[in-house]
């Protein structure tokens, strides 16, 4: 029983150390390659610093687990119980900040629009504020998210009614047209223009709204809800990922503590045998 529970120590920490070096190469390529968007920097950064901490801890794990040295592994137990401790906060609060926001129907339309104050007030203040916005803008231009393609549009005299039926994205929805009740008449799926005598609604949205391929609705309160929206629906599934992955970790703690228990009664027995 000894042997297994240190080994399966060692296997899994063999995995998770494969992982993290995967991880450091990955920012590393980045860094070689001079990543220059802000997509690629806000990749960059976190994939080094998961990657750092996941060889560290691993290598703890191994060299604990396998080479039976006790005060590796009691450090490695303490990082894992850690983990634990982070993966229960986190995946609470993921899902106390995603409790609000849903999209609102729109008659007619196959796709639904967004606002912004339906959504928590830590998500609006905190993850599309005015510092982190210029980032995130920065990635949607550069994802071409909003062109005829992404929008699934091949005819470019599409007409509206079939435009409106299109399943778009939150994101979708939110950044590449203007709201629906500012009234704005289709002319492509890139190209809208304002009635003569203004937007039906006098909302900055209605106002903000540019025909610019670098602009279009960018810099609308819809957008930044289609952004919530989405990210509400991913950390939705972190949270069952989180639940998942909390469940094999105290599994792994579990056996974990089966080796230190091993580990100690084996240096115990060495200890008395040479005092026999």
């Known amino acids: 029983m000894a042997r297994v529970s240190n080994g399966f120590v060692g296997f899994i920490n063999i995995l998770t150390l494969l992982l993290s070096l995967a991880a450091l190469g990955g920012a590393f390529f980045l ?12 990749l960059q950064e976190p994939l080094l610093i998961v990657g750092a901490a996941l060889f560290v801890v691993s290598l703890l794990g191994l060299f604990g687990s396998c080479c039976r040295v006790t005060s590796l592994l009691y450090v490695y137990l303490f990082f894992m119980f850690l983990l634990i401790l982070g993966l229960i906060c986190s995946t609470v609060f993921t899902i106390l900040v995603t409790n609000k926001g849903v999209g609102n129907a729109v008659s007619g339309r196959g796709f639904k629009e967004y606002r912004l104050g339906d959504y928590s007030n830590w998500l609006q203040t905190y993850a599309v504020n005015d510092q982190n916005w210029p980032s995130i803008k920065s ?13 699934g549009v091949t005819n470019s005299q599409e007409a509206a009614a079939d435009f409106y039926k299109r399943s778009l994205s939150p994101t979708q929805s939110g950044c590449c047209k203007p709201p629906t009740y500012c009234g704005f008449d289709y002319k492509n799926a890139t190209l809208w223009t304002a009635p003569k005598t203004g937007p039906a609604v006098p909302d900055t949205d209605c ?14 309160k819809s957008c930044k809800a ?11 599934l972190l949270a069952v990922i989180n ?5 094999f970790v105290i599994l792994v703690y579990s056996v974990g503590c089966c080796a230190l ?16």
Not at 31 to 42: D, E, F, G, P, V
Not at 226 to 236: C, M, P, V
Not at 261 to 276: E, L, Q
Request: aromatic share 10%; hydrophobic share 25%; charged share 20%.
């Open 226 to 236: 289609g952004i919530l929206a989405n990210l509400k629906k991913e950390w939705r």
């Open 139 to 151: 990635c949607l231009v550069e994802t071409k998210m909003c062109s005829s393609e992404s929008l």
């Open 207 to 220: 106002t903000t709204w540019s025909n610019n391929q670098e602009a279009l609705c960018y810099d609308c």
């Open 31 to 42: 860094y070689l390659n001079h990543a220059s968007t802000a997509c690629q920097k806000t």
């Open 261 to 276: 228990r091993n580990n100690t009664s084996s240096n115990y027995s060495r200890y008395k045998g040479g005092y026999a």
């Open 243 to 247: 639940t998942c992955i909390l469940v």
